[in-house]
């Protein structure tokens, strides 16, 4: 065959993948596969693991081996030409898994035989019960009229959330103010001061003008020294498509946001749940309500104290600056001097002790010392840019146990941020030996000249945390793709090994490890070590009520709603506020209107997660300490109950395991500097 994304090659050819191959490739696959599913279904009357649920593995493994090198590509080298074909089979693959999810023969089949257990392992079983749970949730159970409403709810809530976002982001275009005295713009940095004369050019007039996307509003409300500024964008900002401020009322996401609510109910309700909050929980690791609303009181009751201790140092720190009240919009500003002047560390300061080369292998030693892998160069592996490196796993007895390719560096075409996607997963069958591969891919700035890249310590973080993804998915043990590496993972629990790793980026004894002066050659000093943890816990507990205001208050108006009373929004904010909060918004402050999160992204009921996860991660990462960061049982016990299980088992059950108990928040109150 012609065409590399249709090759069954080990890994995938990048330097052959043209873009004209992409919409063939995919078509011809998805054309083959409805034709090979339509013949299981008519051959198939007796269901079993290698008849039935093997051949369709197999249909997945095909699509994903052509789709994930294209939205990778995509993604990390993009063109005009890749991106309109990978739009134009985006649209054909969902189609696809639509009719999947909706075929009511393929549903019966598993069914029949999950219900008939014939020769299943436990493993099998889970998989097919998470097979079997999505189908329930996709509405396919209910009787005909209950259908029809089911879909038609699914389609107005998909189109009320673009919308949602959609008013957003207009509005947010809409405003915008013109400076024309640079007097105004007094405190910001120069950098700022030029983006706002840029977007003036770009509109051909003089002066500057300022808009509230994020670049600028964030910067702004840090360090305008003018406060009249500071108050009129915060006011635009916090209005953002609502029904107050100085937008446009055809904007307004009011009426959106309450339908949303009504309709997720509805839906909730039709698939046997009381509400949406229950539903939003089928799938996640919390096991009730009433144990995500504990928690975060739990969390709310440990910080409260601290958190009006941060405002008064802030407010103290305000009135020797001659400032008797502060408002909303005084609050990043104070906040970022008093940082600057008693716990700031720059950022170059910190950045000549990370060397690219000294962190990442720095990494991989730590890793084989806890886990007990190898990690290995490989060169002569086809890739999408010259900069991008591809490594081995090997596992104690020198066995090949996965892949991984590492892309560290910003630039041109490639979508910013940093993430862990992969290629495939393990699947080991009695035809097949399938071993995990992973792409992990960050943003860092590139080396200059010949110099190793300089790495800050957020960059080193970021590392740390994507290498934890790659990890949970390249030491599975599990042979079944579905429940193998992070699939089938609870979502509130699939940043635990993430955000475990970041752990090891403040601990002394690895920063020794993953640190080197590129002049100096010697590791990051203590002293340092302790002024970027005061900096990085500065204000944390009204940091952590912030959080914990956001998740509380999305989780109650999906438990309360009411659909005689309506949503009650701003009424159930206020009440979370007397719980939560230490700082009170002006009456005038619209959040909801554009807590995107919730109303048009996947956190519905599920902001919680955040903490959730960092809760867990605290908590496993704490046993390292007790024990030693290197010590190889506890390392052992983390990879057997967490890394190799992927979502083999219940989240809350292998953390037991591997725990011995529940999760405690003490541990993560301990390293966000909380005491109690
Ligand atoms: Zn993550």
Redesign the pocket.
Known sequence: MKNPLLNKTDLPEFENIQSSHIEPAIEFILQENRKKIKDLITEIKEPTWENFVEPIDELDEQLTRAWSPVSHMNSVVNSDDTRSAYNACLQKISKYITEFSQNEDLYKLYKKLFHSGKNLNTHQTRVLKLILDDFYLSGIDLPDDKKKLFKKNRQLLSELSSKFSENVLDCSNEWSKKITDLKDLEGLPQSIVDLAKQNAQEKNEDGWIITLDQPLYIPIMQYSDNRKLREELYIAYNTRASNDGPHDRKFDNSQIMEQILKLRHEQAQLLGFNNFAELSLAKKMASSAEEVLDFLLQLTQKSKLQAERELLELRNFAKTLGLESIEAWDFAYFSEKLKKERYKISSEEIRPFFPEDKVVLGMFHIMSKVFQVEFESVDKVQKWHQDVKFFSIKNENGELIAQFYLDLYARAKKQGGAWMDTFVGRRVTTKVNQLPVAYITCNFSPPVGKNNALLNHDEVETLF?EFG?GLHHMLTKINYPSIAGINGVAWDAV?LP?QFMENFCWNPEALKIISNHYLENKPIPNEMIKKMERAKNFQSAIAMLRQIEFSLFDFLIHKEFDPKMGGRIYEILDQVREQTAVIFPPEINRFAHSFSHIFSGGYAAGYYSYKWAEVLSADAFSLFEEKGIFDTDTGKLFLENILEMGGSSDAADLFKNFRGRNPIIEPLLRYSGISQ
Do not use: Q, V
């Open positions: 945390h993804h940043e993430s």
